[in-house]
């Protein structure tokens, strides 16, 4: 569904992806695994149009979207809840919900039924519905959080990718946070997720990539992953 073959892509000078290659098949949750600052965000940046990779080759359900403009990438079915609780804060919470299913207005994705998928973006996350009209600003940041995440939903996406959609949560919301991403991949939602919570990732998806300082270490089946050694001591140790 997701290939990202020998990506390349950096800031300025320096590059942080050193030809990275992983494939998020259909249906499947993927998980990115890596150390503060190994390029994770950078990865999903250059894959979603954020950032513009210097080479390689992004394909999406087999279409080429390699340094495709963000709204184009969006069109063509891939969402994007980015670190950092990006929501627009003078905007209520619904607002910023349908800004995120804006492509199905416009008919540049299929239209379906917007307000079903809000009241069911809205179920999935009460504390959202009980602060609708509430500008998406003063919300706590766990919480912009989670609607950067309902926001990316609302998309009605064939792959989101999902950076730390639990930084921040209180250890209640992180669970519910989880459940959640099993719940859309009952669904059948393609996903590709970074968590700092590595075990927990682990536990929920069906395969794992390792990145380490910009290119991929290790990857394999998420249940081998668990019980890799390295793995184990690199990410899955006491302090994660
Ligand atoms: N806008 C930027 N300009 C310059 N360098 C950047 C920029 N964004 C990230 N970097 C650098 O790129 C490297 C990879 O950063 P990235 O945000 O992809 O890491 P990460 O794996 O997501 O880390 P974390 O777990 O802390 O979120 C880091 O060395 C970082 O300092
Ligand atoms: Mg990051």
Redesign the pocket.
């Known amino acids: 569904m997701l290939t990202i073959s020998n990506l390349h892509a950096?800031?300025?000078k320096?590059e942080?992806?050193h030809g990275i290659s992983l494939d998020v098949p259909q249906g499947q949750l993927v998980t990115l695994i890596?150390?503060?600052?190994?390029?994770?965000?950078?990865?999903?940046?250059a894959i979603s149009g954020m950032?513009k990779p210097r080479s390689g080759r992004v394909t999406l359900g087999g279409k080429d979207i390699t340094g495709s403009a963000a709204h184009r990438i969006a069109r063509a079915g891939l969402a994007h809840s980015p670190?950092g609780r990006r929501v627009f804060a003078a905007m209520s919470v619904t607002d910023n919900l349908l800004l995120g299913a804006f492509p199905r207005f416009t008919r540049a994705r299929p239209k379906g039924d917007i307000q079903r998928d809000l009241d069911r973006a809205l179920a999935l996350f009460p504390r959202l519905k009980e602060r609708r009209q509430q500008l998406a600003g003063t919300l706590s940041g766990g919480e912009q959080q989670m609607l950067a995440m309902a926001r990316a939903i609302m998309l009605n996406p064939d792959v989101v990718l999902l950076?730390?959609p639990s930084m921040g949560l209180a250890p209640i919301l992180v669970e519910e946070v989880f459940r959640i991403i099993q719940r859309l991949k009952a669904d059948g939602v393609t996903m590709l997720l970074?968590e700092?919570f590595a075990a927990a990732a682990l536990n929920v998806a069906d395969y794992g990539y390792v990145?380490e300082n910009?290119r991929i270490a290790v990857h394999g089946p998420a249940a081998s992953l668990k019980t890799d050694p390295k793995v184990i001591a690199a990410y899955l140790g006491g302090a994660h």
Request: proline letters at 0%; charged letters at 20%; glycine letters at 24%.
């Open positions: 950096g800031y300025g320096v942080v992806l890596g150390s503060n600052g190994a390029g994770k965000t950078t990865t999903m940046r950032l670190e950076d730390e970074v700092q990145l910009g």
